[in-house]
């Protein structure tokens, strides 16, 4: 009697994740698993550290569309790793850290804090996010202040008293104060665009502070840098060695949360 061979069938290959396992949450490996489904979206275009851009991710640069949590991840480990790299006062905490400072427990909390050596930054960049819209906490130790900075008329206002509370207790901040600080607003058709506001207001927070030494609650974010902030992303993964995808007529949405 003859073996019969069975096949097996073959599983998709696992999800590179952005961020520790510590920082993981379940609508982050949701996406990610149904991105691991899709062979159109597992084209890779870029490796860099511990994540993977893949052609769906990079095409929402390449259109009117809302960037996702992948993007904006890769941007804060660019700033951490390469561009300020030899300032190690400055903290950019990816959107999985910002979400799972929010959600753990205090004594979680103060251990993945302990783990990032937040206490000893002078300056942490926290993105926020719900749904599809990005804002900015910054916590200022020069200043003794959270700053906060929203691109749509404070639609996160209540996230970030939520998480200033938290990382009062995990920060021992218990004498800052919180300021909501003037930005660029985007324009009432512009919904998508506001995580090309988040990058672009870190880049000028980020520069202000290093030349100051302090953070201030104005940042003089142009237009011109919105308009241009797309391509500046799209040539930066060219520079480190990305492929780019052709650009997609599609509309992909982006879903997120911190």
Known sequence: ??????????????????????????????TCQMDGENSSNAIVSLRFQEM????????????????????????????QSRRYKMQPELHFLTPAL??????????ERRRLAR????????FVFVPLAEGSHWSLLLVSRPDRKFYYFDSEDDRHLGFARLLEERLRRTL????????????????????????????????????????????TSTL???IQEVRGKRESLLQLIRTLGGILPMSSSKSPTSTSES
């Open 1 to 30: 009697m003859s073996k019969v061979k069975k096949k097996l069938k073959k599983s998709a290959p696992p999800c590179r994740l952005l961020v520790a396992k510590a920082s993981i949450n379940d609508d982050y490996l949701r």
């Open 52 to 79: 993977s851009l893949r052609h769906s991710d990079v095409q929402l640069l390449q259109g009117p569309h809302a960037l996702n949590e992948r993007l904006i991840a890769f941007y804060f480990a660019y700033l």
């Open 98 to 107: 910002a979400y799972s400072i929010r959600h753990l427990e205090g004594r």
């Open 115 to 122: 783990s990032l050596d937040l206490g000893s930054k002078r």
């Open 172 to 215: 021992v901040a218990n004498d800052y104060t919180f300021t909501r600080g003037r930005c660029l607003q985007q324009g009432i058709d512009k919904g998508y665009e506001s995580g090309v506001h988040l990058m672009c207001m870190v880049d000028n927070m980020t520069e202000y502070v290093t030349r100051c030494g302090y953070a």
């Open 220 to 222: 003089l974010v142009s």
